[in-house]
């Protein structure tokens, strides 16, 4: 089945220590981006990637890293991370580079809460 | 800097009532517009874009250039409809970044 696979789904942590959230795409899709839900905001990219080892900030990228060493993966890591890093996170992918190139798939989210 | 503003937070309507979502945007240049819906307790999906201009679930979306605007329409709406709905913009002058609109959460009463 087709989909893009967000770990962990929910998470409880303290400011600070460091986490990762792994993004996994079975797709083979070149395109893979990272986005914050908060109420009121919608939805915010944090940072994209137009394919391996090509990354780029989104609107929201302080506080966060990403890397993209193979296609299917792009992991966001949030080095120290605090209080106003408690969201819903959702990790997408879709194909190709250009207009055109197709919808954007979601995962199901990764909720964290930082204390 | 291209932007996708949908002015209305919540949209209550009731069943079998039309309702419109509107979705107003700013970019330099001829964009791809869609609208993106998330059900309760499910991943965002793609509801239509305007390139296809199709009508998905009863729902159409017509993109006005002019008024710069991409808004969604139903002349029914179902209880199921119940979601939340994004207006989501991508361009080639933005290097394809898609940028999302704040979302309308939309409730259909029975």
């Known amino acids: 089945e087709a989909q893009v696979t967000q770990n962990p789904r929910y998470l409880i942590t303290v400011t600070g220590k460091k986490l990762t959230v792994t993004c996994s795409q079975n797709?083979?899709?070149?395109?893979m981006s990272w986005y914050r839900q908060d109420p009121g905001l919608g939805l915010r990219q944090i940072y994209y990637?137009?394919?391996?080892?090509?990354?780029d900030k989104g609107d929201v990228p302080e506080g966060y890293k990403v890397s993209r060493k193979e296609k299917r993966n792009f992991p966001l890591i949030l080095e120290s991370p605090s209080p106003n890093q408690t969201s819903l996170y959702f990790c997408?992918?879709?194909?190709?580079?250009?207009?055109?190139?197709?919808?954007?798939?979601f995962g199901e989210g990764s909720r964290l809460t930082v204390l | 800097a291209q932007r996708v503003t949908q002015p209305e937070k919540l949209l209550s309507v009731f069943k079998g009532a039309p309702v419109e979502l509107k979705c107003n945007y700013s970019?330099?240049?001829?964009?791809?517009l869609f609208w993106y819906v998330q059900y309760s307790r499910q991943r965002l999906q793609l509801l239509l874009r305007?390139?296809s201009r199709e009508s998905i679930k009863g729902f159409t979306a017509d993109l006005n250039k002019g008024e710069t605007s991409f808004h969604l329409k139903k002349p029914f709406a179902q209880e199921e409809d119940s979601a939340m709905y994004y207006c989501?913009?991508?361009?080639?002058?933005?290097?394809?970044?898609?940028?999302f609109g704040g979302g309308t959460r939309v409730l259909v009463k029975p």
């Open positions: 989501a913009l991508s361009g080639v002058a933005a290097g394809n970044k898609l940028t």
């Open positions: 970019y330099s240049g001829s964009p791809e």
């Open positions: 997408a992918s879709r194909k190709g580079q250009g207009l055109n190139t197709g919808e954007l798939f």
């Open positions: 305007h390139i």
């Open positions: 990637s137009m394919n391996v080892e090509v990354t």
């Open positions: 797709m083979n899709h070149e395109y």
